[in-house]
């Protein structure tokens, strides 16, 4: 079975700190994509970052970066220096076979991120 | 540079009400999609649209029917609606089709709160 594992509910730090958002996966695909969606207090869904499982390629966006680890089935977010603009709640997704040719968005249950000044 | 509108952002229902929850996109996604998000399950599929004139069911397609009107739109109906469809609603659009589709990010827009009372 597909699933999006974010074992850590809520994380509180202050602000210029580092943080580290968890995200473990379950897939017996071997081809599979994993994502990160921002969704800060205004509501909407903001997508971040989209890996494939062949790229296991770090990768870093100005103060985000992801580092994806098939041998854990693990793809953690990292912000440095956090800014008050961070507070949102994070998902982390995979793509899983569905039906009919449709593959699945399966979201985590995600991750509240409260960045205090 | 709109991206995904969906109409109205609130809505107040009494039970066995109907409704109908708009969506347009303006990026010239081949498919769309309709989630709910309900606290601490992170978002669920209802619905999905992987080209004009298609329809599909996803995990939790009972209580509510959608359209797919043309490549823009693509709206949710509650025909008879529940407590239990008091949620948060969001509209996505992703690029490709064909088969298998889901592999493009998925854009979603700013969500419809409804409650049914």
């Known amino acids: 079975a597909q699933k999006v594992t974010q074992a850590q509910t809520e994380i509180s730090v202050v602000e210029k700190e580092d943080v580290t958002l968890d995200c473990v996966y379950e897939?017996?695909?071997?081809?599979?994509?994993l994502f990160w969606y921002k969704q800060p207090p205004s509501g909407e869904l903001v997508f971040l970052i989209r890996?494939?499982?062949?790229?296991?390629q770090n990768e870093i966006s100005g103060r985000y970066s992801w580092n994806f680890q098939k041998s854990t089935s693990s793809f953690n977010f990292t912000i440095t220096a956090s800014q008050v603009v961070d507070s949102a709640v994070y998902f982390c997704a995979l793509i899983a076979p569905f039906s009919g040719g449709y593959n699945k968005l399966i979201f985590g249950a995600g991750t509240r991120l409260a960045v205090h000044p | 540079n709109a991206g995904v509108t969906q109409t109205p952002k609130f809505q107040v229902l009494k039970t066995g009400q109907s409704m109908t929850l708009q969506c347009a996109q303006d990026m010239n996604h081949n498919s769309m999609y309709w989630y709910r998000q309900d606290p601490g399950m992170g978002l669920r599929l209802i619905y999905y649209s992987a080209s004009e004139g298609t329809t599909d069911k996803g995990e939790v397609p009972n209580g509510y029917n959608v359209s797919r009107l043309n490549k823009r739109e693509f709206s949710l109906r509650l025909e008879s609606a529940a407590p239990s469809q008091t949620s948060v609603y969001f509209c996505?659009?992703?690029?490709?089709?064909?088969?298998?589709?889901?592999?493009?990010?998925?854009?979603f827009g700013d969500g419809t709160r409804l409650s049914i009372l």
């Open positions: 996505a659009s992703s690029e490709g089709s064909g088969t298998p589709i889901g592999n493009q990010p998925q854009h």
């Open positions: 890996r494939n499982s062949f790229d296991e």
């Open positions: 897939t017996r695909d071997t081809t599979y994509y």
